[in-house]
């Protein structure tokens, strides 16, 4: 059935529909808190200004009946009662900290956007099965506190509490009255779904109205070492050279082709330092930093062997060591399915993607099945003041999270 066809039959023309304009008007509001000059939000983790926007959120939950609980790592979980208490929530959100002038999206799309469905379940005395809560996740930005997407790390059970209070953050929640005594067990959810901005380009080029995320790409880095013969420029002939860098700039060419060569997979050579660096001295050494991405394990397996197969046959002698790697996240095939279904069912052009940058929904995928929905970012800019998604966009976005939600309620 072709996009046209589906908007003027809608499958579920009953079902009560989120605001976009009041959805809007929550993401200016919000916005105020740590706003910049120039249109984006300087607000960081656990400070006055996060205090700002947590007590805002935790008012408006309040407000509409939800119970709100924190936890020891600041998390907040608002629930809406659902029909039978005795089933486990379906839980939505993301973040509500950014980056230093940061965007006025990234994260808070997805925690408003609950907020936006609170609100229209309340004002249409619309009931699920289920209990729903939306979640604030502590620190998802990284740049106040080291890990990155700390408290979803956790609550998944991949970060000890005790390891995140020993950076400090534990003097910082007290400081803003945010270390909750609340224990929120994972087996209280039934599911997880976070709708984000992309933060990427390709929505936008494909003029695309809603991304159906299946997974997080993974990746793997390296460090190779090439070792040649330092000689001088003038008299050594170019049969007897053994140059360092002649082989590392195959090595470059070889990543750049292994990337193409197994899509979608990239590949960069993102630093380069040669030794000794100097005009007239035939290099004797370089070292390559080798950063590598693919959505699938086999793809990044099939990646590595490749780097490995031109390490060793480059002309000088070469030592590569894979120093980090994060596994791809594949996101519950039935949870992207109801995704796909709700924006479907809503008339929405929607194309799979997969997520080139981590979120929240990375660790909470280890522990209950979890899926993403994208909506586009102007110019794929993100973790930038001018990040920017139309309010249309917005409301396409918590429109399919509201249908998402009512499909998996029905389950
Ligand atoms: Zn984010």
Known sequence: MSAEALRTEPKRINTPVTNGDRLWNDLVATARFGGTDKGGVTRLTLTEEDREVRDWFVAACRALGCTVEIDGIGNIFATYPGEDMSLPAIAVGSHLDTQPQGGRFDGILGVLAGVEVLRTLKETTTRLRHPLTVVNWTNEEGSRFSPAMMGSGVFAGALS??????????????????????????????????????????????????????????????????????????????????????????????????????????????????????RNVVPGTVRLQIDMRHPS???????????????????????????????????????????????????????????????????????????????????????????????????????????TILELDQR
């Open 161 to 278: 509490l005790d390891a995140a209070h020993a950076v400090t953050v534990g003097a910082a929640l007290d400081a803003i009255g945010y270390r909750g005594e609340a224990r929120v067990e994972p087996a209280a959810f039934a599911a997880y779904v976070e709708l984000h901005i992309e933060q990427g380009p390709l929505l936008e080029a494909s003029a695309t109205e809603i991304g159906v995320v299946t997974g997080i790409q993974g990746l793997r880095w390296f460090d190779i070492t090439v070792t040649g013969t330092e000689a001088h420029a003038g008299s050594t002939p170019m049969a007897q050279r053994d140059d360092a860098l002649v082989a590392a700039a195959e090595i470059v060419l070889a990543v750049s082709n292994i990337a193409r060569e197994n899509p979608p997979g990239v590949g960069t050579v993102g630093f380069v330092d040669v030794g000794p660096n100097s």
């Open 297 to 403: 394990e086999a793809g990044l397996d099939r990646m590595q062997a490749a780097l490995e197969d031109t390490v060793r046959s480059v002309g000088a002698s070469a030592e590569l060591t894979r120093i980090w790697s994060k596994a791809p996240v594949v996101f519950d095939p039935s949870i992207v399915d109801a995704v796909r279904n709700s924006a479907e069912a809503l008339g929405y052009s929607a194309t799979d993607v997969v997520s080139g940058a981590g979120h929240d929904a990375a660790h909470i995928a280890t522990i209950m099945p979890t899926a993403m929905i994208f909506v586009p970012s102007k110019n794929g800019l993100s973790h930038n003041e001018a990040e920017y998604t139309a309010p249309e966009e917005c409301a396409r976005g918590a429109e399919v999270l509201f249908q």
